[in-house]
């Protein structure tokens, strides 16, 4: 499910209290739609990273009790707000064994822990990996399975590229991505480094001009693995041999367009990146000398990153002369 179906649904089903499994290859940014879910619907985050609990951290008995039977104390983690309402988020539940999964089937089911019932506010959804992608999940037991909706996500290149834009990603990440859409998530549990999501924001949008050229590969490497990190780093030579861009948007009738398609997605992203108000007549003017699909991009990649260009004469005039690419 492409993720703005995925959040219209979780929304759905959170606004009804349904438990949701959210399944997916790692890395794919599962927990981020949990925890974007709840900040659309103004509700508390509370998030559990499933595997590094044991049975003590869902209760302990209460040996100071004065009854003949023993009460339990549980963390704070599980003591919620009965008047705001809340998401708890059971992140990489796939990795927990079979006792946790019996406890997690009562909390979602039941909605009681050892005596401690959860409010109506309280809405529980958790994340994990698929066996496929053979990493350390365990089978879900069947009565645990009975009582959840499971939504697979996939990783959709315009979804991505969307959020990544909103998001602060590096322009030169956004723009490799566009070029090479295959790479966005590549997951292979056979490698040690995979490209991902996760690891292209977090592995390599985070240290982009962070790190000296001379080292980018083996910091690449170490985060989306060789091929990925050989072809960005390529990628990366490219945008570095591109015309000055300020000097382009000074000179957008002149300057020559590239023909080579490596070359004309990171001048794209750089001009898009560089797009102001400002300077948007004449984004337009170079944008409007290259293929169209590439013109294309570039400007909704500029309308995106900054939404008030939208509003502006030169878009208006360019969407019209290009209203058949568009809608």
């Not at 089937?105 to 809405?123: C, K, M, W």
């Not at 490799?176 to 592995?203: A, C, M």
Request: proline share 6%; glycine share 6%; net charge negative.
């Amino acid at each position: 499910m492409r993720v703005k179906h995925l959040i219209q649904t979780l929304k759905a089903l959170v606004s009804v209290k349904r438990p949701v499994y959210l399944t997916g290859a790692p890395g794919g940014g599962k927990t981020s739609v949990a925890q974007q879910v709840a900040e659309d619907m103004d509700m508390a985050f509370i998030h559990v990273h499933m595997p590094n609990q044991l049975v003590e951290d869902f209760g302990v008995p209460d040996m100071g009790s004065q009854d003949d039977v023993f009460g339990y104390k549980l963390p704070k983690k599980w003591m919620v707000d009965p008047d705001r309402p809340t998401m708890i988020c059971l992140d990489d539940r796939g990795q927990c064994g079979t006792d946790i999964q019996k406890i997690i089937a009562n909390i979602i089911d039941a909605r009681e822990l050892h005596g401690h019932y959860f409010p109506e506010s309280v809405a529980f959804v958790s994340t994990g990996n698929r066996i496929e992608d053979r990493a350390g999940v365990n089978r879900v037991l069947s009565h645990l399975a009975d009582r959840e909706t499971e939504l697979e996500f996939d990783v959709h290149l315009d979804d991505w590229c969307s959020w990544a834009i909103g998001e602060g990603v590096h322009p030169s990440v956004i723009s490799f991505i566009r070029f090479r859409p295959g790479l966005l998530h590549e997951f292979d549990p056979q490698r040690p480094k995979n490209p991902t999501p996760r690891s292209w924001v977090k592995g390599v949008s985070s240290i982009i001009d962070v790190v000296s050229p001379e080292v980018e590969y083996d910091c690449f490497k170490g985060a989306i693995g060789e091929g990925a990190a050989a072809e960005f780093v390529g990628f990366r030579r490219i945008e570095r041999s591109l015309p000055n861009i300020d000097n382009l948007l000074l000179h957008p009738e002149t300057t020559a367009v590239p023909e080579d398609p490596a070359t004309l997605y990171a001048i794209s992203g750089a001009i898009a990146h560089k797009a102001t108000n400002a300077n948007f007549e004449r984004v337009i003017k170079y944008a409007n000398r290259m293929p169209q699909e590439f013109g294309v991009l570039t400007v909704s990649y500029a309308t995106r990153k900054d939404d008030s260009l939208a509003s502006s004469a030169a878009f208006t005039k360019w969407a019209v002369a290009n209203q058949d690419v568009l809608f």
